[in-house]
């Protein structure tokens, strides 16, 4: 199945695009530190979205968009563990997830 | 309006008010929730554009591993009920403004741009050609990568049990 | 002639130095004292072989000529300028090896008895051979740079020797004092030398101060001020001379010096050390009568000038050693106008060979009279005029020995002081009626002041001794009685013929109408001293009273150390130093701190951008990228 | 292989036989054995340095070896020596073995402290054989950190303020430098060939004049901070006052005598027109240097203060001798660079020791110690005497040298720039005697003091080697100068065309 007679790539790629910018706010307004990987899987997935797109719309013939994606699915994984386990171990030692009680690194 | 096309704009618009929704939501879990709907929505995306290998990986992996684990940490975190704070109103701004501004500025540029569709036949991402590509160590090889994504995984993973664990 | 034993008189006294330096206190005193005199005597008879030969084995008619016993090159700076350690003999440099191996050996028997029981006794004789090591290699310098080297090292074994009781902070400024004073003069030295020598292509003395050489035949053409380059050459030179022999306005150091044991003022600041700026004057004198008369002006005035000064002040002073040192100072002057007042070659040369006669004698007869003081302090623990009196009953072989050497100072005939002074009083004759005049004023005063001081020790009142004062040891007389031979005698050495400004003979003439007036005057010297202090009576302090101004200035030294002090600590030190110790700690380091303050108040500033505030980061960041590729896009 | 390397094995052997000592005696004894193994090893390669030259071998540079390390910016292992570095290496290893048997007493990390300081060895000898610019910058920071360390931990007073503003100045004068060294590199190209760091290769090859006058001041400044070139000289004191005995050592003996090195090596070698150009400037600036350092030297109280300054001067005199460029003054100027290492190393162990025994530099409070502790005060007397330039020491010829050698130059600016500096002789006699007379002469003024025990064996070890190699030196010099004036004419006649 093709796409492209269909559906411009440009569709793919704003609408990654609003995915990734509504990730961004999530990161900046929310001070909960899960919300705040939430908002960074957004814009993960939104990356994906432009690599899947490009591989299907203007290499066919290639798979490497497919290996990124999977790629980055991987990393995710990793990233989402280990910030989730920093996350609970702060939370263990501070008491709160909340970006603005976690500032003794500053300076 | 052809059936792909209007898959299209049902995942499309649900991609694009679930992720509002969660980063909206003042309750986390939902939040979490729409989160899940919309990674599902996007394996859909992506079963669309014929890489349906991906969409599984998208739908076992964040779907099956990354939300739960998120929801997880939640409910080791917080209060189901709890309500997160609002958010500040500076930041509000700061965030819309950018946001507003960078999907402008990427808006434009997208649009603007002649991409120039392919001309060269598909490939099938099948089972087989995708196994191939990523065992080999020629051009379109993906040995290597996928090598050292296996050492970041297990780094990850020592690395989440050494922080984890109770000192 | 072989004269390469003559490397043994430099050698022993630095091995003795190096032998008591090392050994110091694991050496019983008494060895030590034997071992340094020893080496010492040694020294002292091969310098009379050196002498024996040297004099015997050439011609006074055709002159004697200069044997380089020695010369090894010890540095070299360019391809001409090189500095070589060796002996160079010649009727001046055997002269003064006789006059300083016989007062040194003096000096080394006296203290035997002298310094007995002193703590340092093994470091003082170390001391003792490093001074006479350095003072030969002085005078048997073959270039003037190797003089420079020896001058540097007398001037610091005369610091060692001054400051020899170093708890004692009067001595430890004194040794200061006349370091730095003769360092200051040296400063002076080596510039002439820095001069001289880029001149002339040469240090060594041979070349210098042949008269038919390069040098003196192709006198420098360039002017500086009026007067040539090497004319300011030698007046720079003669500054280090002025400095080690104590001429005004450099002469401060010495009075302070005599805080050194006796028998070291003796050897170092009357009979050899001091005389060594007559020395150099008269080893580069050929350089200074032919290429530089104008600097040999500057010498007599200056001579002349502190003859006078020096004995004015010497007739007020109390402390006995000083009232010497002064008499030094004065008597110093003489030999340095002597030199001044002469010229090159023969006859012309009657004031060189009188200055250097007059060096000779005058180390015996001040030798004398400065280890007679010793023997006196020695008997009384005083330095002071007015706790003595009446010694001639209880120290009669010192009272003897003294009393010949005033009489010697005084000028009169026969003995040595008499012909030495009597030839210099010639050359100013003939050369300056106005240095003339002053000098034969001098001699008068010298006959007071010396009287003076003979009167006040043995005559006069006999004050309260707490112990009677008895006659010193036979290690003590031994020395007086032989140097009191040697100054009555050693006025009849043939001078004018064996040290002479260009080596060869001349012939002297007894001249009456100088002799007279000289000898007259000399007597008065002594009568007017006679009714002051033979008996005690209020006649000095009369006369003190009734011409105070002068007689105060004069007691106070004319305040020249009030100056120099005012020089140094008010201007040197607190207006010089103290302003840049203080601008490097508030300026220089100042400005450093400054950077750096300036760099911490700006990083706490720029620090406030980093708030801990992560979101902040973030919406930076992603506004800082956007604005980035807006930027590229607009392009 | 190359000897050469044998100076940086024997130093990196011995610090990790350090490391694996098992207590502080041990380590005390390893360094001791590493530092006389490193001493023999010169004074060896001092012999065959002299056998190559009297078999006929003139090259500039001997023993040299290249190996190429980073190919693509052509970085090159290039060691080689010639007398001048010859010198240096003597000096620094009798500087460091003396200095190891004056921290024989350090109690607090002893271990740490062996090591840093070897470190620090290891740098200064590696710099002076290298004939590479990269690799000698790589060793001058080897260098330069561990001072840091040693100055913070082991210090005395506002140590941390002195290492800080030590390292940071030097650190300043290595950036300087960094620019100068890299402008040369990629000028070295300008008259044909490869890029190249390769110091005989630059002079060689030239560089042009823009690229000398414009890097000329970095380099030389560069060098010159850490040779206490006024008005960079105020780390010195500070830095010196502050440091542990050995530090201060190394720091003033050796340390200060790379900045002298290099500035003569690098900057002045490679960038002869600059050097001419800009002489009269550095000239005025060093000739203040010797006389402003005097004059310093006398209002001080403390005694690394004094010595700190009088550092100042005698190093100007080396900047201001080099910049005299004709062979007597350069040669002099390295005289005085041996000269100035071992009395101020001399000087600063005699100061440790008193402090260990006094604790106080001031000297205002001591008096008499000559009655009480003479060996330390003879041999402070010894270095004092040195330091005014007495003949028969080593500063003597080391200060004659240069001064005949500045009068060689006609001009009435080099001649009253000389005569300046020659008045530094009277002031240097003002101020050593000044403190030998407080300090040491005199009634003991404290009757604590009467009590102090005399340098221990170690410390009269320590003492002795430098004082006999400042009287080597001062009595037969001729070698020493000949051996450093072997290369100079090559050099010069390069700085003067």
């Known amino acids: 199945m093709n796409l492209s007679s269909e559906i411009p790539l440009q569709y793919m790629l704003v609408l990654s695009t609003l995915v990734f910018f509504i990730g961004l706010v999530s990161i900046i307004i929310r001070r909960n530190l899960i919300t705040m990987l939430m908002g960074i899987e957004l814009m993960l997935n939104a990356v994906n979205i432009n690599f899947v797109a490009f591989n299907h719309y203007l290499f066919p013939n290639r798979l490497e968009g497919h290996f990124f994606t999977m790629i980055i699915i991987a990393i995710a994984a990793a990233e989402a563990a280990v910030a989730i386990a920093l996350i609970i171990n702060i939370y263990r030692k501070v008491g709160t997830v909340s970006v603005d009680d976690i500032e003794e690194l500053k300076y | 309006m052809t059936g792909p096309k209007i898959i299209f704009y049902i995942l499309a618009a649900a991609i694009v008010v679930f992720s509002v929704l969660s980063v909206a939501d003042r309750r986390i879990l939902r939040a979490a929730i729409y989160l899940l709907f919309v990674l599902v929505a996007m394996a859909g995306l992506y079963y669309m554009m014929n890489f349906q290998f991906l969409a599984a990986v998208q739908l076992i992996i964040y779907a099956g591993g990354i939300v739960v684990l998120i929801i997880f940490s939640i409910l080791l975190t917080s209060q189901i009920n709890s309500k997160l704070d609002p958010p500040k109103l500076g930041n509000l701004l700061l965030g819309v403004i950018t946001a507003i501004g960078g999907i402008a500025i990427s808006a434009v540029t997208i649009v603007k741009y002649g991409f120039t569709p392919a001309n060269q036949p598909a490939i099938e991402p099948t089972m087989r050609t995708i196994g191939h590509q990523l065992m080999d160590t020629s051009e379109y090889g993906y040995a290597l990568p996928f090598e050292v994504i296996g050492i970041l995984l297990l780094a990850a993973l020592v690395g989440t049990i050494f922080i984890a664990r109770k000192t | 002639m072989d004269f390469s034993f003559t490397i043994l008189i430099l050698a022993l006294p630095l091995f003795s130095f190096a032998l008591l330096g090392l050994t110091s206190k694991s050496l019983k005193a008494d060895l030590a004292g034997y071992a340094g005199t020893t080496s010492l005597l040694v020294i002292t008879v091969l310098s009379y072989l050196a002498a024996w030969r040297y004099f015997g084995g050439g011609d006074a008619e055709a002159g004697f000529g200069t044997t380089i016993a020695m010369n090894y090159l010890w540095l070299n700076f360019t391809d001409t300028l090189q500095i070589h350690i060796g002996i160079l003999l010649d009727s001046l440099s055997i002269m003064m090896l006789v006059v300083i191996t016989t007062v040194s050996l003096m000096v080394h028997i006296y203290s035997l008895g002298y310094m007995k029981g002193e703590k340092g006794f093994q470091r003082y004789y170390a001391f003792l051979s490093l001074f006479t090591f350095s003072m030969l290699g002085l005078v048997v310098a073959t270039n003037i740079f190797q003089m420079y080297i020896f001058w540097e090292l007398v001037g610091v074994s005369s610091y060692l020797l001054i400051g020899f009781y170093y708890e004692r902070p009067s001595a430890v400024a004194a040794s200061k004092k006349a370091f730095i004073v003769t360092r200051f003069a040296d400063l002076g030295f080596l510039i002439g030398i820095l001069m001289l020598s880029f001149s002339t292509g040469t240090f060594d003395f041979d070349a210098l101060t042949s008269p038919t050489g390069p040098v003196i035949s192709q006198p420098a053409g360039s002017l500086f001020m009026g007067l040539s380059v090497t004319t300011w050459a030698m007046l720079f030179i003669f500054m280090g001379g002025a400095g080690k022999s104590a001429m005004f306005p450099l002469h401060i150091w010495l009075p302070d010096a005599m805080e050194g044991p006796t028998p070291v003022s003796a050897l170092i600041h009357a009979a050899t050390m001091v005389v060594a700026g007559v020395y150099l004057v008269a080893r580069l004198f050929p350089i200074y009568a032919m290429s530089a008369p104008e600097a040999l002006d500057v010498i007599s005035y200056i001579g002349s000038f502190t003859s006078l000064f020096a004995a004015v002040i010497a007739c007020t002073q109390l402390d006995i050693k000083r009232v010497l040192a002064y008499s030094t100072l004065s008597q110093i002057g003489y030999m340095m106008v002597a030199l001044g007042v002469s010229g090159y070659g023969g006859e012309a040369g009657l004031g060189y060979m009188a200055s250097l006669f007059h060096l000779f004698t005058h180390a015996f007869f001040k030798a004398l009279l400065f280890l007679g003081a010793g023997s006196v302090i020695h008997a009384v623990h005083s330095n002071m005029m007015t706790d003595m009196g009446g010694l001639r009953k209880y120290m009669p072989v010192t009272h003897v020995t003294f009393l010949i050497a005033c009489l010697t100072i005084a000028g009169l005939p026969p003995l040595s002081g008499f012909f030495s002074k009597d030839e210099i009083l010639v050359a100013a004759f003939e050369h300056n009626k106005i240095i003339f005049a002053v000098q034969w004023l001098v001699a008068g005063i010298t006959a007071f002041y010396m009287f003076r001081l003979y009167f006040n020790i043995f005559w006069n009142r006999t004050p309260e001794y707490h112990h009677a004062p008895h006659e010193s040891p036979v290690t003590m007389t031994l020395p007086l009685s032989f140097l009191a031979v040697a100054s009555v005698f050693a006025g009849f050495v043939p001078f004018h013929e064996l040290v002479t400004s260009d080596g060869k003979a001349f012939e002297t003439s007894f001249h009456v109408l100088v002799a007279l007036p000289s000898i007259a005057v000399a007597l008065v010297g002594i009568g007017l001293a006679y009714i002051m202090y033979f008996k005690q009576n209020e006649r000095p302090t009369k006369l003190a009273a009734s011409i105070s101004g002068i007689y105060t200035a004069a007691f106070h030294k004319f305040y020249i150390d009030e100056i120099y002090i005012f020089i140094t600590k008010g201007i040197i030190f607190q207006f010089i130093s103290r302003p840049v110790a203080w601008f490097d700690r508030h300026i220089v380091d100042g400005t450093m701190n400054l950077i750096g303050n300036t760099t911490v108040a700006a990083s706490v500033v720029i620090r406030r951008l980093q708030s801990g505030k992560v979101q902040l980061y973030i919406w930076f960041f992603a506004s800082g990228v956007l604005l980035l590729t807006l930027y590229m896009l607009l392009q | ?497």
């Open chain 4, 1 to 497: 292989m190359n000897p050469l390397l044998l100076l940086i094995l024997i130093p990196a052997l011995t610090m990790a036989g350090i490391m694996l000592a098992g207590d502080v005696k041990q380590a005390r004894v390893i360094s001791a054995v590493g530092m006389s193994a490193q001493l023999l090893f010169s004074f060896v390669l001092l012999y065959w340095f002299y056998q190559l030259r009297q078999s006929g071998n003139t090259d500039e540079m001997v023993f040299v070896s290249t190996t190429v390390w980073y190919p693509s910016l052509n970085i090159q292992l290039k060691f080689g020596i010639d007398g001048i570095s010859m010198s240096m290496i003597m000096l620094t290893s009798i500087v460091t073995f003396a200095g190891v048997f004056v921290s024989w007493q350090v109690e607090y990390l002893t271990k740490e402290f062996f090591i840093s300081l070897i470190l620090l060895a290891t740098g200064v000898f590696g710099f002076f054989i290298s004939l590479d610019l990269f690799t000698m910058f790589l060793f001058y920071e080897v260098a330069v950190i561990p001072m840091y360390l040693l100055i913070g931990i082991w210090g005395s007073g506002p140590k941390e303020y002195s290492a800080m503003k030590l390292t940071l100045m030097l650190m300043g004068g290595s950036a300087l430098l960094l620019v100068g060294l890299l402008g040369i590199y990629f000028n070295s190209a300008a008259n044909g060939g490869p890029l190249t760091f390769d110091l005989m290769q630059i002079a060689k090859n030239g560089l042009p004049r823009e690229a000398q006058m414009f890097f000329f001041p970095f380099t030389f400044i560069g060098f010159g901070i850490l040779g206490a070139l006024f008005p960079f000289h105020t780390w010195s004191p500070d830095g010196h006052a502050s440091a542990p005995t050995a530090v201060s050592m190394l720091h003033a003996g050796v340390l200060m005598k790379l900045g002298g090195y290099g500035c003569f090596r690098v900057a002045m070698y490679l960038m002869p027109e600059a050097a001419h150009a800009m002489a009269w400037f550095f000239i005025i600036l060093t000739t203040v240097s010797v006389v402003y350092g005097a004059f310093g030297a006398i209002w001080q109280k403390d005694l690394k203060y004094i010595n700190a300054y009088s550092s100042v001067s005698h190093c100007g005199l080396v900047l201001f001798a080099l910049l005299m460029m004709n062979e007597t003054a350069t040669t002099g100027a390295l005289l005085q660079m041996i000269s100035h290492g071992l009395m101020t190393a001399l000087f600063f162990a005699l100061i440790g020791m008193i402090y260990g025994r006094t604790h106080t530099r001031m000297i205002d409070e001591m008096g008499g110690l000559m009655k009480v502790i003479p060996f330390v005060s003879v041999l402070y007397v010894f270095a004092g005497l040195a330091s005014l330039g007495l003949p028969g020491l080593s500063g003597f010829v080391a200060e004659m040298t240069i001064f005949v050698g500045s009068f060689q130059n006609v001009d009435t600016f080099h001649r009253v720039a000389t005569i300046v500096a020659c008045s530094s002789i009277v002031i240097t006699a003002v101020y050593i005697l000044r403190v030998v007379g407080i300090l040491l002469l005199g009634p003991v003024r404290n009757n604590h003091y009467l009590e102090l025990k005399d340098a221990m064996w170690f410390e009269k070890l320590g003492g002795v080697t430098l004082l006999v190699s400042i009287m080597i030196i001062g009595i037969a010099p001729l070698w020493l100068s000949n051996l450093l004036r072997e290369p100079l004419a090559a050099m010069l006649n390069q700085l003067t065309n």
